[in-house]
């Protein structure tokens, strides 16, 4: 898994050991998720089906984008398609990926870096491998999540972030068993380089066989573990419980989350991988079809209708050849 990786994780900054008068969140619920398609036609894993939403607040839907070895010719994006009233959150751990959108935002995705884009009022956008990788074929895998807006912000100004791998926030566990990939939010004085109008904090980590991290999570966030590869267990005590590549764990209330990897992974893994995220809750009702998340229907009309004339953007001159007639996710 070529996503940022470091020869000794002690040398990087350590989470503190859990204070004992701190209470360890518990595990609510654990989902296993669906297997589908998007875009024109690459397999993901829907990792938020049959979460409820007041649960999931302030994230709407996260997709696992393979892992898939592509043969020559099977590589595969998406048309260009309309977003408005949320941010999309790509993270490339393996394989490249390229956007383009409306805005002039746009560029290449690979290992460990992350594209975050905020559609707000109005955005086109296409994602899609380069040519080289449709020819040659090769290893893709990455995540897609949804971050809702508040109401106030639905109709922000579109912006791009481009984050480098090299740019992502690194931190350990008091062991050297975890490494730690902040993307957004802060972990321990670590800052992720994403910035968000809705606040939340993302973490790629991977736990060593036979490991444990526990982590000082905020009060006032909500809290989700998706297991992206190998077997490990989440919670403490009594509650613990086994969490399997493509489940996810919700978290109740409390002030830490705690994951540990089993003694025993598959061969070609390098552990326990896991994507930890947590973010404010909006409280806010959603009204969310295809492309679009707003508060009311009349909002999601509105949305269609400033699609079908033209309002959310055009595409640039040099994409004009790749276009899409219907709107996507």
């Known amino acids: 898994m070529p996503a940022v990786t470091v020869d000794n994780p002690l040398t990087l900054p350590r989470v503190p050991e859990p204070n004992p008068a701190l209470r360890d969140r518990p595990v609510v619920s654990i989902t296993t998720a669906p297997r589908g398609f998007e875009g024109e036609g690459f397999p993901v894993r829907r990792a938020f089906a049959g979460i409820d939403l007041r649960a999931l607040d302030p994230f709407i839907m996260m997709d696992q984008m393979g892992e898939v070895e592509y043969a020559p010719g099977e590589p595969k994006g998406t048309p260009w ?45 296409i994602e899609k491998p380069p040519e080289h990788l449709v020819v040659s074929g090769g290893l893709f895998h990455g995540i897609q999540l949804w971050v809702n807006l508040p109401s106030k912000l639905k109709m922000a100004e579109p912006r791009y972030q481009d984050l480098r791998s090299g740019q992502v926030g690194l931190a350990t566990s008091p062991d050297g068993g975890a490494l730690l990939r902040i993307i957004s939010g802060e972990l321990a004085g670590v800052q992720g380089p994403g910035e968000t109008y809705t606040p939340a904090t993302l973490i790629h980590a991977t736990i060593a066989p036979g490991a444990e991290v526990t982590l000082p999570w905020r009060q006032d966030y909500n809290a989700l573990v998706y297991a992206l590869s190998g077997d490990g267990q989440v919670g403490s005590g009594t509650g613990r419980r086994a969490l399997k590549s493509g489940q996810t764990a919700v ?31 909006i409280r806010e009702p959603v009204a969310a079809y295809g492309p679009f998340v707003m508060n009311t229907k009349a909002e999601l009309m509105q949305a269609f209708e400033d699609y079908q004339a033209g309002r959310l953007g055009s595409i640039p001159a040099a994409h004009t050849s790749v276009n899409s007639s219907t709107p996507d996710a």
């Open 251 to 281: 978290f109740g209330s409390g002030d830490t989350i705690t994951i540990a990897a089993d003694p025993v992974q598959e061969s070609r893994l390098g552990g326990f991988d896991v994507f930890i995220l947590g973010g404010e809750p």
């Open 81 to 125: 398609h309309p977003h408005r009233g949320f941010e999309t959150v790509t993270y490339i751990i393996d394989g490249i990926f390229e956007h383009a959108d409306s805005h002039g935002g746009g560029g290449v995705i690979t290992n460990g870096d992350t594209q975050w884009m905020t559609a707000g009022a109005g955005i086109l956008h």
